[in-house]
């Protein structure tokens, strides 16, 4: 095979990736330092099978704290709050509860996409290195898309169907 057809093949083959990413539910920005704020932006591409997006459910995951969500325009939010596994110190004081699941309802046609926005507080007491996934269920007229399957060890998200978003977690900033 010539050096044409080889970039030719390898630029169809990441366009097909590409496609693949656009069919999940991913995070705007999939790193973060822990010890920060993190504004989480929620993309979902697509409805379901060709059926409108009627609801957005997105879990909080331990470690992710003092959450808030931003309201959409034309959208109903509600949150469901409960306690921690652990009291987190935040901004020199303790933190036990918050929110643990944000649901948008509404309506989103097929040939839409859009973004649903919360932001948060990554704890001390996650680890670098390491990925924080969130899971999103996505109910639609016809059916749902459930984003939720996490990687085990040695896995990544593009071994499962409908991977949870994740976020890279790293160090966090130092002060100078």
């Known amino acids: ?3 044409l057809a080889r970039y ?3 630029a169809v083959l990441s366009l097909a990736d590409a496609g693949t990413a656009f069919a999940h539910a991913t995070l705007e920005t999939s790193e973060a330092p822990i010890k920060s704020s993190y504004k989480a932006v929620m993309r979902v591409p697509h409805g379901c099978d060709g059926s409108a997006t009627l609801k957005v459910r997105v879990q909080i995951p331990e470690g992710f704290i003092s959450v808030k969500p931003m309201p959409k325009a034309g959208w109903q939010l509600e949150t469901v709050k409960g306690k921690y596994e652990k009291t987190y110190k935040l901004y020199g004081s303790d933190v036990s509860e918050g929110v643990k699941e944000i649901v948008w ?3 989103l046609p097929d040939e839409y996409y859009d973004e649903f926005v919360f932001r948060g507080y990554l704890a001390d007491s996650l680890t670098p290195g390491t990925m924080l996934y969130i899971p999103t269920i996505q109910e639609c007229e016809k059916g749902a898309d459930r984003w ?6 040695g896995k990544s998200a593009d071994d499962y169907e409908f991977p949870a978003p994740g976020l890279k977690l790293i160090a966090p900033k130092t002060e100078e």
């Not at 939720?148 to 060890?153: G, L, R």
């Open 8 to 10: 030719a093949l390898a």
């Open 105 to 107: 309802t509404g309506k």
């Open 1 to 3: 095979m010539n050096h």
């Open 148 to 153: 939720i399957e996490i990687p085990a060890e």
